[in-house]
Structure formats: structure tokens, C-alpha cells
């Protein structure tokens, strides 16, 4: 009779870790969303490159702040323009085997748009300095841009 119960017992425990197995083992394709991994961005320390991106953004964006329109400045004109500058001046360093230049202008420009934002967000009663110091710092961009050999300097041609 023990015997009896001993196989009784041992095919009940193998009938159900047979079960317990083959439902770990199906899968929920249909419920679950597949991980995709993307590759890392390319990170540049080249100034150029984030002075065009800086001067795109500056172009899309300062409508808005012109315009006034206090709902969109922290989202579509502060965020981006802070995120910009400070992936740049993590990646572009002195010691990178190019220097920002004149290029630098085209990140004050962007440090000048995100200060005239918030200054227009606050009704600040300095808006109309902050706005002309950014059109200021925005044409000298453009002039950084226009004119590449004004923008990275070699260290090794300038006999740094």
C-alpha cells in the first residue's frame, strides 16, 4: 500500500512539473513588446557640428518667443536649447584635438535664446535687453557659420 502511494505521489509531482514547465515555456508574443536596442549616438567633439545644430534650433524655435507663447517656451525652446549646450560643453573640450573658436558664439547664442525665453515666460522687465543681447549673439553665430575658417582652430597649426 506504500508502495502504491509512493507511485501514486511521484506521477502526481510529474504530471504537474510537466504542466508547470510547459506553461513557463510558452510564450506571450502577443502581449508583450519586444526589446529593441539601438546603437549608442555617435558622440563628435567637433564644435562645428553643434554650432549648425545650434543655429538650426535657434532658427526653428525663436518664433515662438517672438510671438509670445508663454505655453511653449519651457518645452519646445529651454529644454532643447539647455540639453544642446550641455552635451556641448561635455563634448567639445580644449584638449579635443579641435577647439571651439568662434564656434563658441553660436553656444552663447543659445545660452542668450534660453535666457530671453524664460525672461518672456516671467514678463521680466528686462525682455527687450535679453532679446537684443540674443539677436546680438545670433548674427555673430551666423558670421561663425558663414565663415568656417573663423570657427575650430588646430591647436597643433597655432602652436598651442
Request: aromatic share 4%.
Amino acid at each position: 500500500m506504500f508502495k502504491l502511494r509512493n507511485n501514486a505521489m511521484k506521477v502526481v509531482v510529474l504530471t504537474a512539473s510537466i504542466v508547470l514547465l510547459q506553461a513557463c515555456s510558452q510564450s506571450s508574443d502577443s502581449s508583450e513588446e519586444k526589446v529593441v536596442i539601438k546603437p549608442a549616438p555617435k558622440l563628435s567633439n567637433d564644435a562645428t557640428a553643434y554650432a549648425k545644430e545650434a543655429f538650426k534650433l535657434m532658427n526653428s524655435v525663436d518664433g515662438l518667443v517672438y510671438s509670445k507663447q508663454i505655453d511653449q517656451l519651457d518645452d519646445a525652446v529651454r529644454k532643447p536649447a539647455r540639453k544642446l549646450s550641455t552635451d556641448w560643453r561635455i563634448n567639445v573640450k580644449m584638449t579635443d584635438s579641435v577647439t571651439e573658436g568662434k564656434y563658441a558664439l553660436c553656444r552663447k547664442a543659445l545660452t542668450s535664446l534660453e535666457i530671453w525665453a524664460r525672461e518672456t515666460r516671467d514678463h521680466s522687465n528686462t525682455v527687450s535687453q535679453k532679446q537684443a543681447d540674443y539677436e546680438r549673439d545670433k548674427k555673430q553665430c551666423q558670421v561663425a557659420i558663414e565663415n568656417p575658417d573663423l570657427g575650430n582652430t588646430d591647436p597643433k597649426k597655432v602652436g598651442i
